[in-house]
């Protein structure tokens, strides 16, 4: 059996007016994330991730945020397409590991909602996703709260 591993990395910004998605759900927050899309920034780690393990370069090569067409969509589209991307090329997800790193809000209550949706969106069973909040310890961008970041790595199998 032939795997392939993945990293993706994403980081937006928070910005007062805009509606914060993370991990496909709306989270109630102050901020939002701001970018072209609704600037999910943990399915845009996890579609880099994908694309990279499956040496279909990144999201924005198939997804242009100069392309009309993306503005304000919901990136779970974005996801739905990756997943078919990396499958027409015959591979399936093995799983992925997740972090996001942000002062606030607190992530951990809205993990399994998070999982749910993801699993959905992908049809992966939702054992195969893990997620993790942590902060930067007050440090950085992060811990500014001037945005937030999301690491991620993934296995895919060849199938």
Known sequence: ??????????VHKLVPGRDLWLGGIQIEHTKGLLGHSDADVLIHAICDALLGAANMRDIGYHFPDTAGEYKNIDSKILLKDTMQLIRKEGYELGNIDATV?????K?????????????EVMEVPEEDISIKATTTEKLGFTGREEGMAAYVTVLLQKV
């Open 1 to 10: 059996m032939k795997i392939r591993t993945g990293f993706g990395y994403d």
């Open 101 to 105: 790193a942000a002062e606030w809000p």
């Open 107 to 119: 992530l951990n209550p809205h993990i399994p909602a998070m999982k749910k949706t993801l699993a």
